[in-house]
């Protein structure tokens, strides 16, 4: 497993099981990682206020709850630590303005 894999699966567990009323899954395969979100007014919420910080990761059209991160290759260990507090202020961000209804105990990040 290459160590920017690992890097972005290790966050993501953390914030999985630091935000599991918004995080209801996180799944990935090489660079290219899904996080299913309670809803896709949290999920729109989200994206805003990672765009507001300068960070732009893509929703799935055919799923608007799933947010999709594609980390460049070049992308450093300095960049994915960023990437990984921006998404957990963008989300805590979201729960205090959408709010979330769901409470799902955290599962594991695959």
Do not use: H, Y
């Amino acid at each position: 497993m290459s160590p920017l894999r690992a890097a972005i699966r290790d966050g993501l567990a953390v914030l999985r099981a630091e935000l599991a009323q918004a995080i209801v899954d996180v799944r990935g395969r090489g660079l290219l990682w899904g996080i299913d979100i309670v809803s896709k007014e949290l999920a729109g919420e989200v994206l805003l206020n990672l765009a507001e910080e300068g960070l732009l990761i893509s929703p799935c059209f055919t799923r608007p709850e799933t947010l999709r991160l594609l980390p460049p290759l070049v992308a450093s260990d300095d960049d994915v630590a960023v990437a990984l507090r921006a998404l957990d202020r963008a989300i805590r961000c979201g729960l205090t303005t959408v709010g979330s209804t769901v409470d799902t105990a955290p599962g594991p990040v695959r």
